[in-house]
């Protein structure tokens, strides 16, 4: 199982205290949350309704998973136009509550496109709606999947990494190395050649997807059915913000992006429609709080 390792109180920065009343000043605009803990609050309700609620400026980093349009459980089938519509409406509330120095990662998946496409990536269809900077696109290659017959079994989905300052954003590549290096004693003119902590864990970042069924279930599996594994949520919060900063997930499902980033110090609110899945974030946030006190 995935097991994070939460950051020391004495490692924060300065920024805690500051950080702490741009939260709990957010928190008190957005109304009483379904749940709440010392750096996270969970709401239900929709999302685009809670964003409205924010002021410019306040968000960090949001990472987020919205509804693909594909007919899950907790989504309605709409034409493939209105789908993007949508989109394009709350990017545009999280690019307005961004920071200026602030970030936006979306994973998104494959639509289906009657007589046009099996299966078209959704960043092909939103990419000239989004305010922010495209940065780069990352490949999160899995696995396990379904099996394809008359094509290629999908083994991949996207994580758009937009910032809203092409000149000035939050890249921390050392807390994201991959210590798994080939060569790690090899020298040039008698000096390492790599980084002593790892290699650059590049564009294609190959980590398990969250799995179901018997003998195959992942430990961290919750009943929710589309959730993050931790470890993506570990290494974009890492890679992506800072200690202390405040990240929010417009689509919360489970809850996976807002316990990694409670417990990697950071602040972290998140929207939920469901209150099913309200609770379960709410559950899951708090053991994982209370089973790694931070040091
Ligand atoms: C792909 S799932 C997110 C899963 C999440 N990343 C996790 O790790 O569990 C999308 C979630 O968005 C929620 N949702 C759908 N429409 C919403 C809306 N308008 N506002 C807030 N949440 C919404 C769904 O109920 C669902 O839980």
Redesign the pocket.
């Known amino acids: 199982m995935t097991v994070l390792q939460p950051i020391a109180e004495t490692d924060l920065s300065p920024n805690d205290e500051a950080s702490r009343a741009r939260f709990e000043g957010l928190v008190d605009l957005l109304g009483k949350p379904f749940a709440r803990g010392d750096r996270y609050a969970i709401f239900q309700?929709?999302?685009?309704d809670f964003m409205s609620e924010l002021p410019d400026q306040t968000i960090d980093l949001s990472f987020?998973?919205?509804?693909?349009n594909i007919g899950?459980e907790?989504?309605k089938i709409v034409p493939i136009d209105q789908y993007i519509d949508w989109c394009a409406k709350?990017i545009g509330q999280l690019h307005r509550i961004a920071t200026s120095r602030g970030a936006f990662v979306l994973?998104v998946g494959y639509v289906a496109i009657e007589d046009r496409a099996r299966s078209i990536p959704i960043p092909y269809l939103l990419w000239n709606r989004i305010a922010f900077f495209l940065q780069q696109e990352i490949v999160w290659n899995y696995g396990a999947g379904v099996a394809a017959r008359k094509a290629l079994s999908p083994r991949n989905e996207k994580l758009l990494w937009y910032v809203k300052d092409a000149s000035d954003y939050c890249f921390n590549l050392d807390d994201i190395r991959d210590p798994n290096v080939a060569y790690p004693n090899q020298k040039k003119n008698g000096k390492l050649r790599c980084n002593t902590l790892g290699k650059n864990p590049s564009d294609v970042w190959q980590i398990a997807k969250v799995t179901s069924g018997a003998n195959r279930s992942s430990s961290e599996r919750?009943k929710?059915p589309?959730?993050?594994p931790l470890d993506l949520c570990d290494r974009v919060i890492k890679g992506f913000s800072n200690k202390s900063d405040l990240v929010l997930?417009?689509?919360?499902?489970?809850?996976?992006?807002l316990e990694a980033s409670a417990l990697l110090q950071r602040f972290a609110i998140g929207?939920?429609?469901?209150k099913d899945?309200c609770a379960l974030?709410a559950e899951r946030v708090r053991k994982a709080l209370s089973v790694m006190p931070l040091l």
Do not use: M
């Open positions: 309700g929709d999302c685009l987020t998973s919205p509804p693909y899950k907790y989504e709350w994973n919750t929710h589309a959730q993050f997930d417009p689509f919360a499902g489970s809850g996976s992006s929207f939920e429609v469901r899945y974030a």
